[in-house]
């Protein structure tokens, strides 16, 4: 069996990950053979409701194993409108069989129509330099949502839409005290 497959299979094995150096190369951007490291950014889906993100995330993890961890936009001090202080401001459901889900609850002052904005893409790691180099990269032609920066839940949050209409959530991640 090919040692990827297997990986997949046995999801406790961390699957090595060739990096390459952006650097142009007669293999694409600064191929180096055999430089090998285990992954630190991972991708999360990360779905978005109008006030429906708590009951969506505990739904989840009775799904799929797991507990919603929710931070409120009163608990983060981010009440725009105190009408939505509880609905959550970040939270996700983790699973031990791998499963990972994201979701927030879009302020009435942002636009938001049901299925039309459902997801961002999130890209997280625990290396604030990797993660701050991806983002100057994917920054590039965007529109900034919200800057790259230290908030009340990671130690680097930010949010930007790309030049495709893709918007993606880009953080380090910090280990849960709860």
């Known amino acids: 069996m090919h040692p990827i497959l297997r990986a997949v299979e046995d999801t406790t094995c961390p699957l090595p990950l060739r990096v390459f150096p952006s650097s142009p190369g007669p293999h694409g951007p600064g191929h180096r053979r055999g430089r090998e490291r285990t992954m630190s950014v991972t991708t999360t889906t990360h779905l978005n409701f109008r006030g429906a993100a708590r009951e969506a995330l505990e739904h989840y993890g009775s799904v799929f194993g797991g507990r ?18 509880d609905r959550v401001l970040w939270g996700e ?23 039309a904005n459902p997801f961002f893409v999130s890209v997280r790691g625990d290396d604030g330099a990797e993660i701050t180099a991806l983002w100057e990269r994917l920054a590039e032609d965007s529109e900034i949502v919200r800057p790259l920066e230290p908030s009340g839940w990671a130690p680097l949050y930010g949010m930007l839409t790309d030049r495709f209409g893709v918007t993606w959530v880009l953080d380090v991640t910090a280990p849960y005290a709860g």
């Open 68 to 85: 919603a961890v929710v931070v409120t936009y009163k608990d983060a001090g981010a009440v725009t409108d105190e009408a939505e202080a």
């Open 93 to 115: 459901v983790v699973g031990e069989n791998g499963f990972h889900v994201m979701a927030y609850d879009v302020p009435s002052r942002l636009p938001h129509e049901r299925g």
